[in-house]
C-alpha cells in the first residue's frame, strides 16, 4: 500500500526548506554556492564524501550554520540518501555544490510545491531554461531516454537525467530510493510518475562546473540510466494513490518571459499555474514575489527551447 502523504492543507504554507548538498572535494566551488543560497533556506546540509581538500573547512567558514554529515556509502545517489535521512525540513532540494544549479531558482521549485506540487524537477528543455554543460551526445541520450519514459511510463517530462529536484519530505516513502550512483536521478522521476504523485516541471539553467573535473562518465552513467529504467518495469506497481491523486498529471511551471529587459525589483505578483486534468486546464493563482528570484532567470532569452 502507497503511503500515506499530506495534503497541501496539512502540510501548510510555511514550511522549513533544507537543502541538501553531495560534495566531495568542491573547496573552490562551494565559494559560489553556499553566499547564493537564499534567506528562505532553514537548513542547509553538506553531505561529505571524504574530501581530501578545505572543502569541510570551507563551507564552516562561509556559512557557520552548515550541518557537515559524512558520507555513507559511494556515489551521488548515496549521498542523496544519506542527507535525505538527515534532513529536518518539510522540504527537501536538491543542489550540486560544483555550481551546475542556481541557487537562486530554489523560490520556483519551492513555489511550484506550494501550489499543490508533490514533487518538482527541474528540466533544461523548457521555454526560459538551458544548459552550458550538455555535449551533443548528451543531449541526444537524454532526449532518448525521455521518450524511453515516455513510452514504458507515461507522462510528459521534457529532461530526466538532471538532478535540480525539491520535494515533499512526506514522499520519500514513495520514492522508496535504493540508487547509489547518478541514476538516482532517473530513479526518481520515474518512481514518482508510476506512484501517481503531482509533478511538477521548472524551468533551470544549467550553468558550467565552476572548478575541476566532474564525476559523470556519459557512457558507462547513460548505461546505468538504461538498466533504471528497465528496472523499473520489474519493479512491483505502486498502490493507488487515491482519488486526490491523479496519475500522468503534471503541472507545467508558467513559462518565463522572452525579453531581454531587466524585470523590478521585488514585483509580487500573481502567476496562473496550467494544470491538465483528465482533458480539461485549470489554471491555479499562487503569488510569486520575484525579487526572491533571480533577475536573470527571468530575463534570460528562451533561444534555448528544444523544439
Not at 51 to 64: G, I, K, N
Not at 216 to 241: H, K, Q
Request: glycine share 10%; aromatic share 6%; charged share 25%.
Amino acid at each position: 500500500m502507497l503511503p500515506e502523504i499530506g495534503s497541501l492543507a496539512e502540510r501548510g504554507q510555511t514550511p522549513r526548506i533544507t537543502v541538501v548538498i553531495p560534495a566531495l572535494n568542491e573547496e573552490r566551488n562551494l565559494i559560489e554556492v553556499l553566499p547564493r543560497i537564499p534567506h528562505m533556506v532553514d537548513e542547509v546540509i553538506l553531505v561529505d564524501g571524504g574530501s581530501t581538500d578545505r572543502t569541510v573547512e570551507t563551507a564552516r567558514a562561509l556559512m557557520p550554520s552548515i550541518r557537515i554529515v559524512n558520507q555513507v556509502g559511494r556515489g551521488k545517489g548515496a549521498a542523496l540518501r544519506t542527507g535525505f535521512g538527515a534532513a529536518t525540513g518539510d522540504i527537501i532540494v536538491m543542489l550540486d555544490a560544483d555550481g551546475s544549479t542556481n541557487p537562486g531558482e530554489i523560490p520556483a521549485f519551492v513555489g511550484a510545491l506550494l501550489s499543490g506540487a508533490d514533487f518538482a524537477k527541474g528540466s533544461r528543455f523548457l521555454q526560459g531554461s538551458g544548459t552550458a554543460d550538455m555535449t551533443f551526445h548528451r543531449k541526444l541520450g537524454n532526449g532518448a531516454f525521455v521518450q524511453l519514459v515516455r513510452v514504458l511510463f507515461g507522462g510528459r517530462y521534457s529532461d530526466l537525467c538532471y538532478g535540480y529536484n525539491a520535494f515533499w519530505t512526506d514522499v520519500l516513502p514513495v520514492l522508496a530510493l535504493d540508487g547509489d550512483g547518478l541514476e538516482i536521478e532517473t530513479m526518481m522521476n520515474v518512481r514518482a510518475l508510476r506512484a501517481g504523485l503531482k509533478d511538477a516541471e521548472v524551468p533551470s539553467y544549467e550553468s558550467r562546473r565552476g572548478y575541476g573535473i566532474g564525476h559523470l562518465r556519459a557512457f558507462p552513467d547513460g548505461l546505468r540510466v538504461l538498466r533504471t529504467i528497465f528496472a523499473e518495469l520489474r519493479r512491483p506497481s505502486p498502490a493507488a494513490p487515491g482519488q486526490r491523486r491523479l496519475a500522468d498529471q503534471v503541472l507545467q511551471w508558467p513559462e518565463r518571459p522572452t525579453s531581454n529587459a531587466p524585470l523590478p525589483h521585488a514585483i509580487a505578483e500573481t502567476a496562473m499555474i496550467p494544470i491538465p486534468v483528465e482533458s480539461e486546464t485549470i489554471a491555479m493563482p499562487i503569488d510569486i514575489d520575484r525579487s526572491m528570484v533571480s533577475e536573470q532567470q527571468f530575463a534570460r532569452s528562451g533561444d534555448d527551447r528544444l523544439d
